[in-house]
């Protein structure tokens, strides 16, 4: 996700342990024949997937034959196992579809540029859920309800969108309407170390109080371990992406009743001050520069007892080539914070359709999105993927309940499974952060609020208040 502003690559690592290298060399040379996907069948003839299995959609597959499309995508794992794929899209469709890797920091404002210009140089890209708004005021992108209810491009009863986690199809819809279809994602999850907490007589926290007594009772600097870490790094994606699940498990709000946004009401300030204690008291020095691959790090180094942060982070921290804590991990819920709301982050990569294409180009986008976040695919560059990289954030619910890919999860450790699909399905909140066209000027303020008041450059009250006085200005333009 290695970026500073954002936490999308951290399955770019393979989750494996010689038990699932050894059940994954199985399950991507033969799937069970009942899951109606590829089964026993060599992949050296560049066939990743049962074609049958896509053409039995009752839709023309060939509709947009000789398109030839460009993909803004960012260079992890999970979409270089989509490009690896791409061959059955074109011997599908007979669309040519190039990916473009462009990194984390930059695909943002290339998207933009890109979108505001009307150069249709990106036929879709991995968009951030927090820009949609940005884009719908604009009408950059298309709705996408037409392309779902057309029969001649969806078949409904084959491609099952609302089979696609339901959070994840809020954060990528506007005012009722979805505008982009995800791809992978990821939940919010707390991290421990199991070993460490069963010795201490501990349990992962049910409550942010009991978060902080846990990281308490094992911190233990002088011994080379500190209680937890939280992403400390400024940045929307950064101290922003973990501070909104705080806050809004405290009851915040981010619009009060008249529709003004208030970032320095009680709830907010007692949220940061959450966050300030705990990592000032029980943190490594220097976690105010410390991003999600620092923290998952530092975890698998064995030098942090807690954590919380997105369910992908298991593939750096059971990484056989780097992590010392390899079957010591446990995995819980976010805990309930004062407001008695656990409150999961909603992250994924989707995909939009640029509307400044022609209609033919924008056939050939939507059919190559149905196919990217069809079961199929999904299925072919999760568990049955024939490289080591397994990707963790399906997007689908019906992927998470099969055997072989629950299989290839399993080994990251105590309860992993049961964490993330109990978040997914309880604790995600669409409206974790302030969802508003200005949202790329408003995080940024927010973190750099956020980022004083840990550091002590100011109070937290006096950073949240400064932060109130500029997002006004934002939003007046």
Known sequence: MTKADDNTNQRSVPLVTRRTLLKG?????????????????????????????????????????????????????????????????????????????????????????????????????????????????????????????????????????????AGWRGATSVGGSPFGIPFDGEATIQVYRKDVFDKLGLKPAETFDEFTSNAAAAHDPD??????????????????????????????????????????????????NWYVNLLNNYAPPG???????????????????SYIDAHGSAAVITNPEKSKVIGKIGFARWPKGPSGKRVSSIWNWSFPING????????????????????????????????????????????????????????AGDNYIAAATTSFAEDTDVEWRPRLPQWPAVGDTMATAIQAALVGQSTVTDALNEAQKKIEAILKG
């Not at 209609?359 to 976040?373: C, G, S, Y």
């Open 356 to 411: 400044a294409l022609s209609q033919k180009d924008k056939v050939a986008t939507w059919l190559f999105i149905q196919w990217a976040a069809s079961k199929e695919t999904q299925v072919a560059t999760t568990y049955a993927f024939p490289g080591a990289y397994k990707r963790t954030g399906a997007n689908r619910t019906s992927v998470w309940e099969i055997g072989e890919y629950r299989a290839t999860l399993e080994a």
């Open 287 to 305: 976690v105010e520069n410390w991003n999600w691959p620092d923290i998952a790090d530092a975890f698998g180094q064995g030098t942090v007892a």
């Open 25 to 165: 060399a199985v399950s991507g040379a033969v799937l069970a024949t009942s899951s109606g996907f590829f089964a026993g069948r060599a992949y050296a003839d560049g066939q990743f997937m049962d074609l049958d299995s896509l053409r039995a959609a009752n839709i023309d597959w060939r509709q947009a034959e000789g398109a030839s499309i460009t993909v803004g995508v960012i260079p992890a794992g999970y979409f270089q196992n989509l490009e690896t794929v791409l061959p059955d899209f074109k011997e599908l469709t007979g669309i040519d579809v190039r990916f473009e890797m462009t990194p984390p920091g930059q695909i943002r404002q290339k998207a933009v540029l890109d979108l505001s210009s009307k150069t249709g140089t990106w036929a879709t890209h991995a968009a951030d859920p927090m820009y949609y708004d940005l884009y719908v005021t604009n009408d950059w992108v298309d709705p996408l309800d037409g392309y779902l209810g057309d029969a001649k491009l969806t078949d409904n009863d084959w491609f099952q969108y609302e089979d696609i986690l």
């Open 223 to 272: 011994n080379r371990l500190w209680g937890t870490a939280l992403r400390g790094f400024r940045g929307a994606g950064q101290n922003m992406y973990i501070y909104p699940s705080i806050f809004r498990s405290f009851g915040g709000e981010w619009f009060d009743n008249t529709g003004k946004m208030v970032v320095n009401g009680p709830e907010a300030i007692a949220a940061l």
